[in-house]
């Protein structure tokens, strides 16, 4: 240990502090928010639910699903997810989920700022690549937008990657296992690794040995395990049922008709990919490195994962501010670094401008497009909890955990740990508590990106005209009234 420190260098000791600095801030913000009431039913209350099911020997069950299915595994196959449950033994919250999300990127710079330091032989560049990293508004909003299995993964990522630049194969395998196994089209980003590997490192056993299970990892998963989990007998992001629509049926009915239809029509889906709003989606993945990170190998890695972005029909998934492209983060980064290396260290001039430039638009596209306090939009007090968000601990104890309930949707991650919580008005005819609140957690700071339209995830007026009929129901009590709180109890 002593060796250790006796070998770490001024820089060192500034990287290893930002990324502290950067992972416990990051704890406290989303933590912040989540009491604040600004987390939603779905997604964070799913795996909530999902885990604490399991703990009570109800595995992956859940009542809250976007696709009507009452096991996780049928829409998102996540077995990493069962990480979680010893921790839930120690104390049942969501919060275990927002601690290693955080802890998972924190600790995707490190392999990030090893690489950089490695290839470039500069210590001080290597600082400016880690800082921008830790910059990363994808990576902001993908941690304050709740919890979502792809920004746990990035940490898994980005040392699969780092372990095939050491030739180290044991650990880029079990990197790359615990990849797929966080959601399962990563098991497409392990193929593009694998890939990496075999065309680019020119290792053609072992990538093709990864590449081929990958993919039969894929097929498995995505053709047998969820559909025999599923009640529509296919994966439940494909069927076109539940609360939201499903982002690919337009493509096709199941896996095979979608890749026919692909195959089919090529310039039609040509042309989804090159429109205006998802060629700005692509070019604001890559402007915090001064799109250094177009010119590099290791940004075609993300090429499997990312037509399943492109051709969704939710704009959610090609837009940064969303979660969804944090998991492209490393390799973004690793490609910028690679391009540097090769184009401007040998001049000082060209070196230290191009340093300049990164950090500068690193700060400038956190400013624009973050949601973090950095951001126009945000303040830090937006993610302090207020008098009012902090009562909603009384009206959690006045609700028995065997009961079900119906619940607004950002009101439902406090909850969510019970078998049965519906998002209101779903099931409110059947649910024997509905849980409201009539004031507006966005009312400090109009400028916030979703507003409470967006958190109730329904139409204002009709939850108003929902709220008055429970008020005058003759199925319901109103037991609780008190500074816009409203719990009911079924009669």
């Known amino acids: 240990m002593k060796k250790l420190f006796n070998n770490l260098k001024t820089t060192d000791y500034i990287a290893y502090g930002a990324i502290l600095l950067f992972v416990f801030i990051f704890i406290w913000l989303s933590f912040g928010r989540h009491d604040a009431l600004k987390s939603y039913l779905n997604d964070i209350s799913a795996y909530d639910q999902a885990i604490w099911n ?15 299915e009452p096991n996780m595994f049928a829409s998102r196959f996540s077995p990493s997810l069962l990480f979680f449950v010893p921790f839930y033994l120690i104390y049942s919250s969501p919060k275990w989920l927002l601690l290693f999300q955080v802890i998972s990127v924190g600790a995707s710079a490190v392999p990030v700022y090893l690489l950089a330091k490695e290839k470039l032989k500069n210590a001080n560049v ?17 941690l304050l937008y709740d919890f979502h299995e792809i920004v746990f993964a990035v940490g898994f990522a980005a040392w699969a990657f780092y372990f095939i630049e050491k030739r180290n194969d044991r650990l880029f395998i079990l990197f790359s296992v615990l ?51 599923s009640l529509s007998g296919k994966p439940g992001f494909l069927a076109n049922t539940g609360a939201y629509a499903s982002r690919y049926t337009w493509l096709g009915s199941s896996p095979s008709a979608m890749l026919k239809n692909v195959i ?4 039609r889906l040509l042309a989804i990919v090159l429109s205006p709003d998802r060629l700005k989606y692509i070019f604001l993945l890559v402007a915090p490195v001064f799109s250094l990170a177009l ?43 690679f391009s540097y290396k090769r184009w401007f260290l040998e001049g000082v001039f060209l070196r230290r401008l191009f340093a300049g430039l990164i950090l500068l638009f690193s700060f400038g596209t956190s400013v624009v497009f973050g949601v973090s306090p950095l951001s126009l939009r ?24 065997n009961v079900s309930i119906s619940v607004q949707h950002n009101l439902g991650p406090h909850f969510s740990e019970r078998q049965e919580i519906y998002r209101f008005p779903m099931k409110e005819d059947e649910a024997q ?59």
């Open 295 to 337: 010119f590099s190998w290791p940004l075609a890695i993300i090429i499997p994962v990312l037509p399943l972005y492109l051709l969704s029909s939710n704009s959610m998934t090609y837009n940064i501010f969303f979660y969804h492209s944090a998991i492209f983060a490393p390799f973004v980064f690793y490609a910028a670094i």
């Open 264 to 267: 089919a029509h090529p310039i």
């Open 54 to 68: 399991t703990l009570h020997g109800r595995f992956m069950q859940i009542s809250i699903s976007a696709f009507d």
């Open 179 to 229: 990849l797929a196994l966080t959601q399962e089209y990563l098991a497409l980003l392990v193929f593009g690794m694998a890939l990496y590997q075999m065309f680019i490192k020119k290792r053609w056993r072992l990538g093709a040995a990864v590449a081929l299970s990958a993919l039969a990892y894929y097929a498995v998963i995505l053709l047998i395990v969820m559909p025999h989990l």
């Open 126 to 142: 290597a600082l400016v690549f880690l800082i921008s990293y830790l910059l990363y508004p994808v990576l902001h909003n993908g």
């Open 433 to 491: 508590y509905v849980a409201l609140d009539e004031t507006d957690p966005y009312r400090a700071n109009p400028l916030q990106m979703f507003q409470f339209d967006y958190a109730l995830q329904m139409d204002h007026d009709e939850w108003k005209s929902s709220i008055e009929k429970l008020k005058h129901s003759a199925d319901f009590d109103l037991i609780y009234n008190n500074d816009g709180y409203l719990l009911f109890r079924r009669k």
């Open 378 to 401: 945000y303040k830090v007090s937006d993610f302090i909890p207020d008098a009012h968000a902090r009562m909603i601990r009384e009206l959690t104890r006045m609700v028995p955990a």
